[in-house]
């Protein structure tokens, strides 16, 4: 580990040991957020107990000396929302409630909506994931629920869990609704097992879970505002600009660095639009009609594979290896640099969430060298936005490649590897608005 990634996971360990003696106490909005109609059934996966929690905490790199810990409890909340066009379905998401330690007293729950980013496979949703291996596989529970107190909920998404073979709407505005009522039904099941919400809501997510929680926060500011205290925002390393990744992405002298994300795109906004074809967009696309590329059975490079776009016998895997118009047609990509009026550009810039004003409390946080998601077209620009329609409580957490671990053959994307040290600072900085700071 470097030397800064290492003094800054001791900083947040230290912060984090001075708050589990206070955190989540009166606030004086108990119960503020009593909705929840959504709510179908709870499932129980698990009760962790606060001395098994704390031999997990300490195997963690936060939490090495850590001397109390949260227990949880999961739970798999099966709710009511919207799929990509509209209709009623039945959605699935993990729900994770604390556990004080004994002695702990005043204390009361803050929620954080947690969303994933980018997933292919069923068996990596949230409440899939938690009944197959465990808490002890989900760091993000540990970090969040175990060692610093939150109540977690983690929606699945349209697509994955119980809604597996619908389709995904990926970096859609749409995608927020399963997030929105996910809460809803997490609030409902406190509610209904007595356990004490304080009402204070956080939104955190990472890549296209960045993406969710802008889309979240904003359609919660203009159309949820009575109903949810909204404390806190951490988008981290989200495509809030859509229509200047695209134009960034389709690049025909340029090889795609993940090509998986691109065709999903490309697949999820032909199926949410009329005017979008995907015979217009791609190469081969019989693939995209004849194969379920994106139903939760096929992992990134086997997509990568299928699209002709990699060749592991050879070393291939579709990473840096293939240039834009192998995917999508060259007519497209020109016609997209070129027109105003193509229709893709016209649905990525309805659904770009980078230019608002909000109200709530922003922490825009991304590593600067992120070579999936630029961060100057997409979080410095945003800030940026933010800014200069006024927005009062707006904050930005670059963080430098010298704080992240190094490059290895199973984590070689600068992107990938942020996550662990962006989540470190997204929750530190929840933490302080929990406890007033």
């Keep these: 580990m470097n030397k800064k990634l290492s003094i800054f996971l001791t900083f947040l360990a230290v912060s984090f040991m001075l708050l589990l003696s206070g955190c989540g106490g009166g606030y004086g909005n108990e119960g503020a957020n009593s909705v929840g109609g959504t709510l ?151 509610t209904d097992h007595q356990v004490l919400f304080n009402g204070q809501l956080f939104i955190s997510g990472y890549s296209e879970g960045g993406y969710v929680t802008m889309a979240l926060a904003k359609d919660i500011e203009e159309h949820h505002a009575s109903e949810f205290h909204l404390k806190g925002v951490a988008p981290m390393a989200g495509p809030y600009d859509v229509e200047a990744l695209g134009a960034y992405d389709l690049n025909a002298s340029m090889k795609m660095v993940y090509p998986a994300f691109l065709a999903e795109i490309a697949y999820s906004y032909s199926k949410a639009y009329d005017d979008i074809n995907i015979s217009d967009l791609v190469v081969k696309p019989t693939v995209f009609e004849n194969i379920p590329l994106f139903g939760g059975d096929y992992d990134t490079v086997p997509i990568h594979v299928v699209l002709g776009l990699a060749d592991p016998s050879k070393g291939d895997y579709g990473f840096y290896t293939h240039y834009t118009n192998e995917l999508f047609k060259d007519s497209f990509i020109n016609d997209y640099q070129t027109n105003m009026n193509n229709p893709v550009r016209v649905a990525f810039a309805k659904n770009s969430v980078y230019n608002w004003t909000p109200k709530s409390k922003i922490n825009l946080i ?72």
């Design 40 to 190: 179908e059934k709870a499932t129980p996966i698990k009760d962790i107990n606060n001395s098994t929690m704390l031999s997990i905490v300490n195997k963690t790199p936060y939490g090495k000396n850590a001397k109390i810990a949260f227990g949880c409890k999961t739970v798999k909340i099966t709710y009511k929302t919207k799929d990509i066009n509209g209709k009623d379905i039945n959605a699935s998401g993990l729900l994770v409630l604390p556990i004080a330690p004994t002695g702990l007293t005043d204390f009361s729950v803050s929620l954080i909506c947690d969303n994933h980013g980018t997933i292919f496979l069923n068996s990596e949703a949230p409440s899939i994931a938690e009944e197959k291996y465990g808490i002890s596989k989900n760091p993000l529970a540990i970090l969040m629920t175990g060692y610093a107190g939150f109540a977690v909920a983690m929606p699945d998404y349209v697509g994955y869990g119980d809604s597996k073979g619908a389709v995904h709407p990926y970096i859609l505005k749409s995608s927020a609704q399963a997030s929105l009522d996910m809460i809803r039904a997490s609030i409902k099941y406190m």
């Design 366 to 437: 991304q590593c600067v060298d992120d070579e999936i998601i630029p961060y100057k077209i997409e979080t410095l620009k945003t800030y940026q936005t933010f800014m200069a329609n006024g927005a009062q409580d707006v904050n930005i957490t670059p963080i430098p490649s010298s704080m992240i671990a190094p490059k290895s053959k199973t984590e070689p994307f600068v992107h990938q590897r942020c996550a662990p040290v962006a989540y470190g600072a997204a929750v530190k900085w929840f933490a302080d608005i929990r406890s007033g700071e």
